[in-house]
């Protein structure tokens, strides 16, 4: 079975700073997707970032970036500029092979984005 | 474009009545997925269907549960009968390859 650990319950930043969020997963697969989602307080999921177990290049979207490290089996999201509206819960979640993108989700990552 | 529509948006109920929870996928998606969010439980997947058809449905909790997908562009999650442990955020989420969007959720409170 495929799994996701987040084991950052909650996580502080100052705005305009830079912050990592830690994902690890576990499996025995080639091939696999990893995804993370934003869920501010309104409830909304919003995908922001994808990287592909084959991708060389670490995947970026803006101010979001991935850093993978394949052998480590971590894929950890960085948000850099930090900005208000960043304060949310974030999901790192993993997609098993041959499964029309079935997801697993982790826990989650609370950020709260301080002045 | 629209993205995936939910309703109702928030339906409160009494233990023991029935509830159907709706879901429009977004056009040209094939994947359609059920989740369910709780405190404790986090995010859940429930059902998913690829192409209108029943994939894996080893989430949903027990046979009060129900879905139905009869057409590509629309889905249906039912409880019968409801009970207070039902009280969740549950959301419908498509895809086409790898990213899923979800729409906005339906809160249901069973009292």
């Known amino acids: 079975a495929q799994k996701i650990t987040q084991t950052q319950p909650g996580m502080f930043v100052q705005e305009k700073e830079a912050v990592t969020l830690d994902c690890t997963y576990d499996t025995s697969d080639q091939s696999y997707g990893l995804f993370w989602y934003k869920q501010p307080s309104s409830g909304e999921m919003i995908f922001l970032i994808y990287q592909g177990s084959y991708d060389e290049q670490n995947a970026t979207e803006g101010r979001y970036s991935l850093n993978f490290q394949k052998a480590r089996k971590s894929a950890n999201l960085v948000i850099s500029a930090s900005q208000l509206g960043d304060s949310a819960m974030y999901f790192c979640?993993?997609?098993?092979?041959?499964?029309?993108?079935?997801?697993?989700f982790g826990t989650g990552t609370r950020l709260q984005v301080t002045l | 474009d629209a993205g995936v529509i939910q309703s109702p948006r928030h339906e409160v109920t009494e233990m023991g009545q029935e509830v159907t929870l709706r879901c429009k996928p977004i056009?040209?998606?094939?994947?359609l997925f059920w989740y369910r969010q709780t405190m404790m439980r986090g995010l859940e997947l429930l059902i998913y269907f690829n192409n209108n058809v029943p994939i894996d449905d080893s989430g949903m909790p027990e046979d009060r549960f129900s879905a139905k997908m009869p057409n590509a562009s629309f889905s249906t999650l039912k409880i019968q009968p409801s009970e207070p442990r039902d009280s969740a955020v549950y959301f419908c989420?498509?895809?086409?390859?790898?990213?899923?969007?979800f729409g906005p959720g339906t809160r249901l409170t069973v009292l």
């Open positions: 056009s040209g998606h094939n994947s």
């Open positions: 979640a993993m997609r098993e092979p041959g499964t029309a993108s079935k997801l697993t």
């Open positions: 989420a498509s895809s086409f390859y790898d990213e899923q969007f």
